[in-house]
């Protein structure tokens, strides 16, 4: 257990139960064990929950946006909540960020207790989306020097700053223009640089990337992956599997409040993605004995095979290039000759949709159990 393997969680039990395994059992919180699980992580969550009632005076239906989460950020390391919209990602960290109050749970930054002493922690941490985008008409490099001089830099020293960050941001030709002017790329990167110019030991990035273009994206992903050599430590949350995979260290799959799944996406891919194998046979063996290659196919995979066209045929697998030599092997004993067969590698994708897919709509989710 623990970070390098993943775990697929009950969703038919309270979450709580498989995630205990791999922390401190809920209700100790004595300063012991704190200071055992801790030592090496910049965020540490035990059993954080949300719960929002809507209707007047709160008498209408309660929903759950955090369901008791369990998290450890090892100091250095980029952590990604990955879940669609609506699975409490913003929930989840506007508490650590101490912007929301948690109903129930512990948030560790560094070791201090984000809900007893929040503004211990405010100068541990940066987020993004807070500050950047303060004022259109200011240039870049105007917002950037208020940011400072709001965390109380003189205004010489925030201006050395904001030009520092304008710098390390690749905005150097656009510093002096209004940020309205800024693309949407432009404007986040501005945002990332607000949320690291009092050098936080802890930086939150919600979505940091959520609509912008390819290019756009991988700007932002280069200026994060630089934020980590430099030893800062990062919660993300994103709905792109892409994006926990380029840059996450571990991955928590959340989804309706509750985790689902946890571990590298390594891990996650082998443990829960489905590899595909194609083979493609001789024309005279799909004219005589395509259904039997289907047949054949189905045996040796996890799913539904199906024709891709005259010649070729493709089946989920979970073996991986096993599954190349039994599936030529096999289809060789009812006289099928392959010319060409290979695997693809699973993909973060396939493990979100395995993970995500709706509970109790009938047969097709049962055995979600036993995907390993
Ligand atoms: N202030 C609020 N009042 C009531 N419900 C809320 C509030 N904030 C979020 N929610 C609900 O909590 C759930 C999780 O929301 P959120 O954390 O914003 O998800 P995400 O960021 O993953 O899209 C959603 O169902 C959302 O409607
Ligand atoms: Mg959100």
Same mark, same amino acid.
């Given at each position: 257990?623990?970070? $390098?393997?993943?775990?697929?969680?009950?969703?038919?039990?309270?979450?709580?139960?498989?995630?205990?395994?791999?922390? +401190?059992?809920?209700?100790? =919180?004595?300063?012991?064990?704190?200071?055992?699980?801790?030592?090496?992580?910049?965020?540490?969550?035990? *059993?954080?929950? @949300?719960?929002?009632?809507?209707? /007047?005076?709160?008498?209408?239906?309660?929903?759950?946006?955090?369901?008791?989460?369990?998290?450890?950020?090892?100091?250095?390391?980029?952590?990604?909540?990955?879940?669609?919209? !609506?699975?409490? @990602?913003?929930?989840?960290?506007?508490?650590?960020?101490?912007?929301?109050? /948690?109903?129930?749970?512990?948030?560790?930054?560094?070791?201090?207790?984000?809900?007893? %002493?929040?503004?211990?922690?405010? !100068?541990?941490?940066?987020?993004?989306?807070?500050?950047?985008?303060?004022?259109?008409?200011?240039?870049?490099?105007?917002?950037?020097?208020?940011? #400072?001089?709001?965390?109380?830099?003189?205004?010489?020293?925030?201006?050395?700053?904001?030009?520092?960050?304008? %710098?390390?941001?690749?905005?150097?030709?656009?510093?002096?223009?209004?940020?309205?002017?800024?693309?949407?790329?432009?404007?986040?990167?501005?945002?990332?640089?607000?949320?690291?110019?009092?050098?936080?030991?802890?930086?939150?990035? %919600?979505?940091?990337?959520?609509?912008?273009?390819?290019?756009?994206?991988?700007?932002?992903?280069?200026?994060?992956?630089?934020?980590?050599?430099?030893?800062?430590?990062?919660?993300?949350?994103?709905?792109?599997?892409?994006?926990?995979?380029?840059?996450?260290?571990?991955?928590?799959? &959340?989804?309706?409040?509750?985790?689902?799944?946890?571990?590298?996406?390594?891990?996650? @891919?082998?443990?829960?993605?489905?590899?595909?194998?194609?083979?493609? +046979?001789?024309?005279?063996?799909?004219?005589? $004995?395509?259904?039997? &290659?289907?047949?054949?196919?189905?045996?040796?995979?996890?799913?539904?095979?199906?024709?891709?066209? %005259?010649?070729?045929?493709? &089946?989920?697998? !979970? =073996? !991986?290039?096993?599954?190349?030599?039994?599936? +030529?092997?096999?289809?060789?004993?009812?006289?099928?000759?392959? +010319?060409? #067969?290979?695997?693809?590698?699973?993909?973060?994708?396939?493990?979100?949709?395995?993970?995500?897919?709706?509970? #109790?709509?009938?047969?097709?989710?049962? *055995?979600?159990?036993?995907?390993?």
């Amino acid at each position: 257990m623990g970070r $390098h393997s993943a775990d697929i969680l009950d969703r038919d039990a309270p979450p709580q139960h498989a995630v205990e395994a791999t922390t +401190v059992p809920a209700g100790t =919180g004595a300063a012991g064990d704190a200071a055992i699980s801790t030592v090496t992580d910049a965020l540490v969550l035990r *059993g954080l929950t @949300k719960t929002f009632r809507s209707g /007047p005076f709160g008498r209408g239906r309660t929903h759950t946006a955090v369901d008791r989460l369990d998290l450890s950020v090892p100091t250095g390391s980029i952590h990604a909540i990955l879940g669609p919209n !609506g699975a409490g @990602k913003t929930t989840t960290v506007s508490m650590v960020a101490t912007l929301l109050r /948690p109903d129930a749970g512990e948030i560790l930054i560094d070791g201090v207790d984000a809900v007893a %002493d929040p503004s211990a922690v405010r !100068g541990l941490i940066g987020m993004s989306g807070q500050y950047a985008a303060v004022d259109g008409n200011l240039s870049g490099f105007e917002n950037l020097r208020m940011v #400072a001089q709001l965390y109380g830099l003189s205004r010489r020293e925030a201006s050395t700053r904001a030009q520092e960050m304008i %710098d390390e941001l690749s905005l150097t030709a656009a510093a002096d223009r209004p940020m309205r002017t800024y693309s949407g790329g432009m404007r986040r990167r501005l945002d990332l640089a607000g949320a690291i110019i009092n050098r936080p030991r802890l930086v939150i990035l %919600d979505e940091p990337t959520t609509g912008l273009d390819p290019r756009g994206r991988r700007q932002i992903w280069q200026a994060i992956k630089e934020l980590t050599l430099a030893g800062t430590t990062i919660l993300l949350t994103t709905q792109y599997l892409e994006e926990a995979d380029e840059l996450a260290d571990d991955v928590t799959v &959340v989804y309706d409040g509750a985790v689902h799944a946890r571990g590298t996406p390594e891990s996650l @891919k082998r443990d829960f993605g489905d590899a595909a194998l194609t083979v493609e +046979v001789t024309r005279s063996a799909a004219v005589r $004995h395509a259904p039997d &290659v289907m047949t054949t196919l189905a045996d040796i995979g996890t799913g539904h095979p199906e024709q891709l066209d %005259d010649l070729r045929f493709r &089946v989920r697998v !979970g =073996g !991986g290039t096993r599954s190349v030599v039994s599936a +030529v092997r096999s289809l060789r004993e009812i006289d099928v000759d392959v +010319v060409d #067969a290979s695997v693809t590698e699973p993909t973060l994708e396939s493990v979100f949709l395995t993970l995500t897919e709706p509970v #109790a709509t009938g047969p097709d989710t049962e *055995g979600t159990d036993d995907v390993r």
